[in-house]
Structures are given as C-alpha cells and as structure tokens.
C-alpha cells in the first residue's frame, strides 16, 4: 500500500538577490495514514519549509532542487494547478502557526467559515462545527471579527475550517506557539482528538520536544534540510542515536534534573547555499572525524531508528548518547518549549 | 455614543480648519504688493483715484473690520460680489462647479476602473527577482509626466489633425450631450494619466502587502482558486489605501485643475479663481478656497466611513478586543 506521504531526497532552494539557500537538501520521509508524526528541529532547519511544500505552498522564490513529494502515490510536483487545487481541498488540511493572522480580517468569523466550506460536503452549520472545537458560545463567536478573538480562539476556528472537510493529512506548523501555554495543550489535545476521530495524520511541525514526544507516534529530527534521526516517538528522545538529537535533548528543559546545568547546542545552525558536502552538523559535532565533513552519511539503522550519521553504529555501542537526567522525562514532565524563537 | 462623538471632533476640527484657511487666505491676499485699486486702475491712476475706489469697496478699512465684515456676511450664507462681473460669488462658482465636478469624476472613474485592475494585475503578475519593469516604467512616467506637458501635446495633436474629439469648445452637458463629451475627454483623460497610474501603483502595493498575509495562504492551503481568493480575500483588505488615494485624487481635482482648464478652455473653478487672484478679486479668492478647502474636509469624512466599512478594525465605531 502507497504511503499516504512520501518525500523522496526533497530538495528545494531559495533564491535570495545574489545568493541561493538551501532549505531542503534531501528529506527523506514517509507518513502512513491514521499515523502522527512530530517534526522537530531548531529554526532553520527546514521543517516549515517541508510543511510548506506538502501544500505546494512555497514562496514563489522557492525552487524545487530535486526529489519528490507524493500525496498518496500524486506527485505533487507534476500535477497541474487545478489538479493541485483538488488535492488540497479534498486530501490536506494546514493549521498556521499565527492563528489570528490567518483569519481574514474584513469578515465576520461565521462568514468566512461558511466561505472556506461551501461546495466540499461539509457540513454548512456554522455554530455546530464552532461546538466541535469547543468554542463556548459559538453563536457570538460565529459574528465576531477574528480581532475580537483570542488567539486560542482563532486558532479553534482555524482548526474548525481545517477539520470540517476530514482531509486525510493535517500539517500543523506549530499550531500552538503562540498561544498561552495553559491554551496551548487544550488546542493540542483537541487537534489530535479531532485527528483520531475522522483517520486523519498528523505531521506536527514543533520546537516543542516533549509535548512531541507526549502525543506523536513518530519522531522525525531535522537538522540542515534533512531528516537525520527517525523513529518512535519514544525511542528517539530517551535513547537518541544521532549526536544531534542528543544534544537537543539536553538542551530541553525538561530534560534537566532540579539543579543540573541546561547544555546549550554549541555553535549555530549552518546555512547552506547548495548541498553539504558532508553531515551538515560535523561543525557542532563532538563526535565528529574527517569523514564526517566530506561524505554525506546515508541512512543506517539503529534499533528502531533510521539514522544519518557515519559513527551511528559505534555511538549506539557506546554510553556517549545517554540522555542527562531523567531517562523517561519525556513521558512525564509538562511541555516546555525548545528555544524562545520561532521562525 | 462613540460615534457621536466622533462626529462632534470631526466636526469641531472641520470648523477650525475653515476658520484658519479663511484667515490664511484673506491675510495671504491682504499681505500681496498690489491690492485691487491698483490693479484695475493701473499704474498711471491718482492717488486719488485709488482711495475713491478702495472706500468704494471699503478696502480702507483695517484687516480686521475687513474679514469681521466678510466672516458675518458668509456665516449667513452671503460670500459677496465678485468686484470684476458684479455678480454674486455664489452664483458664478455654482456655475462652474459643474464643469469641475465632471472633470473630477470622469478622470476619478477612469483611474478606478481602470487603475485598479491594472495594479490587481501587475501585483499578481510581479516575481520576486524584480519583474515588471516595464510596468514600474509606465507607472512612473505617468505619475511625473507634467500635466502641462502631456496636456500640450494633446492639445498639439488633436488640433492639429482632424481626429475627431475638439479641443475646447465646452458646452453644457443639458444642451449637447455628444458635444460636452467630445470635449471633456480629451481633458479628462489628461487628468486621468496622472491619477491611474497612482491608482495602479498603490493597489499594486497594497495587493503585494496582502498576497503575504497568512489568511490568503491558508486560503491557497484550503484549495481555493486564485479567482475566489482575489474576489473574497485580497479586494477589500488592499481596499483602504486605494479609497483613501482616490478620494484625495478626488478632492484635488475638485479644487480645480488648473493647467488643464486652461490648455483646453474649460470654465471649471481652478482656473477662475487664479483669474480672480490676478485681479484682487478677493470675496472670489476667499469663497473658492473655502469651496476647495470644505470639499477636502468632506472626502476625508467620506474616505473615513468607508474604510471604516472596509475594515472593521479601522472602522469610526470599531470595537475593540470585547471577548
């Protein structure tokens, strides 16, 4: 059976007045139907990017390098305007990081909602898809203008519009950094809720290690336009096998026992004008030899990981990789954000 | 209540803006080397002379007893005599007003139904790497291009060569429909070079600022047609800037446009009021600037409401975050 999404060595750049940036330099990732898959990386490491493109939703100075994207087994690459138009109506749903920002603001949130639900059989009962939400008082909400709202709200009704049509894949890109962090785990829960309920995937974009960790079955760690470490959720932050996986576990709040010292990942991400000619992380990399800088590490398997590191095999022999402080931290602490920016 | 008193401040500034043009104008006049005596009478007229006229007119007066005189006969409606035709100022700038007034709407309508599709167009139109140069080029010829020029080289050609539209030739448009309007064009689309290509370049702007907001990509990510999406999404929220431009287009050509009324002999206020100034025609002067001045208050109130209409946010009773 045809994975419901498939990125195969995606890779796109930007073109910039008198330079190229390279955002993806070969994603490899599949999303199975009914499964939730967190992405997570630092700013910069491309996962808005491949978020984006699953809608064919980049900028127009974006390129598609090479590679491909499918959406159960369509490459969205080839497919026409109106052929693409048809995939997003009736396959993919997106949830926007700025919830209020992403409501048009000249029109009353029950017209535009009735707007974005015409003619896709769903159901044109405004007040009925503001209660499964749950958005109290959806009559009054349904003649707010979206400036009137909270963010938590508006990004209920974002979801709303999102959800109403069942699409078979929900890319949230960080649905919930904005939001209050008391607001932020409802408006969580019930995506997934929503998710659960109608079959649809999830693919998570989030700095949010932990509440990845909490509600995703799957874990895909991006770091320089690639996905360097995949697998259970679980596995891959209690027991990375990539260094930098390793060290973004550290540097996560949560992670920490009362008193310990928080490790920073040292060094900045890296920018890449074209394809790394070796890891892209060598250069913050404590484990990192010759190799590393000239060869690109192709995927290898950890246990249930699927890894992209040239010392994986000897690193997973090794307590080099042990996670500071609590082992399982992941399964018990509140969710705490990774890094204050979002980009 | 908020809207009352928003009224109550519009208002209240709209009378002290009138009250300090008219100040402004009387003493700008006042304050001019030459008043009306010397020019009517010419150079070679007695002293004398000059003063008969000028009590005559009770232009000896102080400034003050002056514009005290003019202030209470206006209040009741009243804006004097023209010194030169000895008809009431009223009448004479009501007469004109017309051909202005038409002037104004056929150079406004042309910009917006023309102006505003070309910068929806050239908007989506635009790439990244800084397309659409050419437009960029037309755009900006047609906003520096003098009307003094453009207007000559119409003037020049259309007399020229026998190609159908007159230049000059008014006539009302009660008595002779075709002939009005074969005279209005060619003015009218003087005026409306100036005001389309501002027209097209603000909406262009205002089109880009709104292609970037997060509303028309979720309405992309949604799988709506770039058609519904410009018709439901991106008119009305690039809308503010362009009413706003169009009404002060409006407001100054209402005021008169002076360079064109002349080169095509149109009896419209600008260029009568700038005849009254060469002749110290003072309650003239006066009654036209504060014509131009309240018809620039009134567009601005106009503008005010329908953005306000537009966008809710920015609207005369917009409420603030009520939940």
Not at chain 1, 103 to 113: S, Y
Not at chain 1, 163 to 183: C, F, G, I, W
Not at chain 2, 133 to 144: E, Q
Not at chain 2, 207 to 227: F, I, K, W
Request: proline share 6%; net charge neutral; aromatic share 6%.
């Amino acid at each position: 059976m045809t994975p419901l999404m498939e990125a195969d060595d995606l890779a796109v750049d930007y073109q910039a007045p008198g330079r190229r940036v390279r955002a993806l330099d070969g994603v490899d990732l599949t999303v199975a139907r009914g499964e939730t898959v967190g992405i997570v990386g630092e700013s910069g490491s491309g996962k808005s990017t491949l978020g984006s493109a699953i809608g064919r939703l980049l900028s127009q100075n974006a390129q598609l390098s090479h590679g491909a994207l499918t959406i159960d087994g369509e490459s969205l690459f080839d497919l026409s305007a109106v052929q693409m138009r048809r995939v997003r109506r009736e396959k993919l749903g997106f949830v926007f990081q700025d919830p209020i920002g992403s409501l048009d603001p000249t029109k009353r949130v029950g017209a535009q909602l009735r707007l974005a639900l015409r003619g896709r059989g769903a159901s044109l009962d405004v007040t009925g898809q503001l209660e499964r939400v749950r958005l109290a008082d959806p009559r009054r909400i349904a003649r707010a203008y979206p400036h009137q709202l909270s963010g938590g709200m508006a990004q209920r009704v974002a979801i709303a519009m999102a959800m109403a049509t069942e699409p078979e894949l929900l890319v949230a890109d960080e649905p919930t950094a904005a939001l209050d962090s008391q607001v932020r785990d409802d408006v969580s829960t019930m995506i997934f809720a929503l998710a659960a309920e109608a079959g649809t995937s999830i693919l998570w974009l989030s700095h949010d290690l932990a509440a990845v960790g909490r509600r995703c079955g799957r874990v895909a760690v991006m770091y320089g336009g690639r996905v360097v470490e995949d697998g259970p959720a679980s596995e891959v932050l209690a027991r990375p096998a990539h260094p930098y996986t390793h060290a973004l576990a550290n540097s996560a709040p949560a992670s920490a026992a009362p008193g310990e010292r928080l490790q920073p990942v040292p060094g900045r991400p890296p920018v890449l004008t074209g394809p790394s000619p070796g890891c892209a992380f060598a250069d913050r990399c404590g484990f990192a030899i010759e190799r590393c800088r000239s060869e690109r590490p192709r995927p290898v398997r950890i246990k249930a990981q699927s890894v992209l590191c040239h010392r994986a095999e000897e690193l997973a022999g090794s307590a080099a990789l042990a996670v500071h402080g609590v082992g399982s931290a992941v399964a018990t602490t509140p969710p705490v954000p990774l890094g204050g920016d979002r980009s | 209540m908020r809207l009352f008193l928003w009224w109550l401040r519009r208002a209240v500034s709209a009378v002290a803006t009138l009250a300090g043009v008219s100040i402004l104008v009387f003493l700008a006049l006042r304050a001019m080397p030459g008043g009306f005596a010397e020019t009517i009478l010419g150079p070679f007229a007695s002293a004398e002379q000059q003063r008969e006229l000028a009590e005559r007119y009770g232009l000896d007066d102080s400034a003050f007893v002056q514009y005290w005189r003019w202030l209470q006969a206006a209040i009741g409606g009243d804006f004097g005599t023209s010194m030169i035709s000895r008809e009431p100022v009223a009448s004479e700038l009501g007469a004109r007003l017309p051909v202005t007034g038409q002037l104004a709407v056929m150079a406004v309508l042309t910009a917006l139904f023309i102006g505003v599709p070309l910068g929806v167009l050239t908007a989506l139109r635009a790439r990244p790497d800084g397309g659409g140069a050419l437009g960029r080029l037309v755009s900006g010829l047609g906003v520096s291009l003098p009307e003094f020029v453009l207007g000559s080289i119409v003037v020049f050609v259309f007399s020229r060569y026998a190609l159908g539209l007159s230049v000059g030739g008014y006539v009302p448009f009660a008595d002779d429909p075709a002939g009005n309007l074969t005279a209005m064009i060619l003015p009218a689309a003087v005026l409306s070079v100036f005001a389309i290509s501002a027209t097209a370049r603000t909406t262009r702007d205002a089109v880009l600022n709104v292609l970037v907001e997060p509303y028309v990509t979720a309405a992309v990510a949604r799988g709506e047609s770039p058609a519904f999406i410009i018709r439901h999404h991106i008119l009305r929220n690039a809308a503010t800037p362009v009413v706003v431009l169009l009404s002060t287009i409006t407001a100054y050509l209402l005021g008169g446009a002076i360079i064109v009324e002349y080169l095509f002999n149109l009896p419209g206020i600008g260029s009568y009021v700038v005849q009254a100034v060469g002749r110290r025609d003072y309650a003239v002067v006066q009654a036209g600037v504060l014509l131009a001045a309240t018809v620039f208050i009134a567009l601005n109130v106009i503008a005010d409401l329908v953005v306000g209409l537009i966008d809710p946010r920015l609207g005369v009773t917009a409420e603030g975050r009520s939940m």
